[in-house]
């Protein structure tokens, strides 16, 4: 595989983009960001396949069209089996012989919002796992449908409040917590699962670059701070992720082979959960007296799951 | 040194993002419609910088957003150091680097959001938000000293 070197910025700099401006995603969106930085870490002919949401509506405005790449939707739920489709296909045919150049590497890329990777994408995402196609899956986890006006998924952590779970009075927002997909995906025994950050874009990029380079399916959830719904200024979106990422809302981890776990990120200062929430309007209930239960609750759960992390690394298996 | 002539290729933002009322409408497009992002070969384009590529009319890259913004960021070459933050976030592909060089702002597809002034570390920083109406050199003319410590 061709690897753009990421060794630092200036060096990663030089990769020529192959995702391009005018698309209709909003100002500051993270999306954007995530998407960026995995075409620019290889050189190979992708082929890249996307679920329903904003990602795909507003990178395929017709007549126009933001990729590079070879590009293919259909419909909500099946980028996974559309990625697996071709990968099947493209493997078929190199063995006879019939593509126009068979010794061009090829990488096959799905991309998936929460909504259609946690929910309603989900039985089609671990039908390819479970065949094993050679591709990599990246979720795109703003935590919400953004698309469709912000409506709860199962990616949405307790307490935040949603289109369909609203806070008020007598409500502090979704009372269910965060589905752990990382979990769910490392236990179909795929070789690469990880969490990433965009505001980490080094370990991202290594991280793609690893699930590019991993034959067989790989999965990795990416935090996508989404400014709309999550209620923040557009430019923000760094700032937020930091806060995601130091206050271990969001931690940096790989899973290999479905039980070598290897944490990424050791933030120097852990910062409170309070201060991450408190940056978004979508939790801003959870400030008023009554609610405050929700905020030492959810400190409780990031606390309890980063020492179980920690305990996994080093029992490495 | 803001007004980059950056022999960009000559379609960069030639389409409003509401164009194609030239072209079939939805119900008239066979199901399963085919849009190449490029004339002719196009598989070298990963080695070709945006201004060497042939960009085809459906490639977004012909369309300007730039009347999403109200603000604009400009560009201080003068502090700059290259450190690339304001390329690898910027979400609309809209800070031109070249050779490790940070040169300046696609304004075609650039939306104003504001977070390469965010993540640009210098002192003072390099790039700053403008009223979109602003005058480059005006905007340079204005450029803040550099900020002592807090504290
Ligand atoms: C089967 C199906 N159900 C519902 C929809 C409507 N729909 C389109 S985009 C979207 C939200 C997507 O949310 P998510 O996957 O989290 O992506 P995001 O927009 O947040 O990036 C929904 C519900 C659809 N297109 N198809
Ligand atoms: S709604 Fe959120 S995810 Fe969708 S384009 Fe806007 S910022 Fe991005
Ligand atoms: S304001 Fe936003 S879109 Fe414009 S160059 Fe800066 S980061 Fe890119
Ligand atoms: S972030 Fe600032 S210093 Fe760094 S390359 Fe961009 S303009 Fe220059
Ligand atoms: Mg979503």
Redesign the pocket.
Known sequence: MAITSVKNLKEFSTANDRFEGAHTLCPGCAHSMIVRELMNCTDDNLVVTTNTGCLEVSTAVYPFTSWDTSWMHIGFENAASAAGGAEAMYKARKKKGTLKDNDAPVKFVAFGGDGSTFDIGFQWLSGAFERGHDFTYICLDNENYANTGGQRSSATPIGATTSTAQAGTHSYGKKEKKKDIVAIMAAHGAPYVAQLAPNKWKSMAKGFQKALETEGPCFINTVSPCCTEWRFDPKDTINITDLATDSLMFPIYEIIDGHELNILYRPKNVIPVEEYLAAQGRYKHLFKPEYRHVIDQIQKDVDEYWEMLQRREEARV | MQDLKLCAQDNRGIHELEAGKDLMGWDEVTQGSVLPSFEGDASNIVHLKQEERCYSDFNSYTATVASWRVKKPV?NID?????????VWCPDTS?I?RDKQ?LGIDYDHCKGCEV?VE????NP???LMFAEQEELETALSQWPEKKKKEK
């Open positions: 560009f502090v700059c150091i290259d450190c690339q933050n304001c390329w800070i680097s940070m390469c993540v640009c570390p210098t920083k390099s790039l």
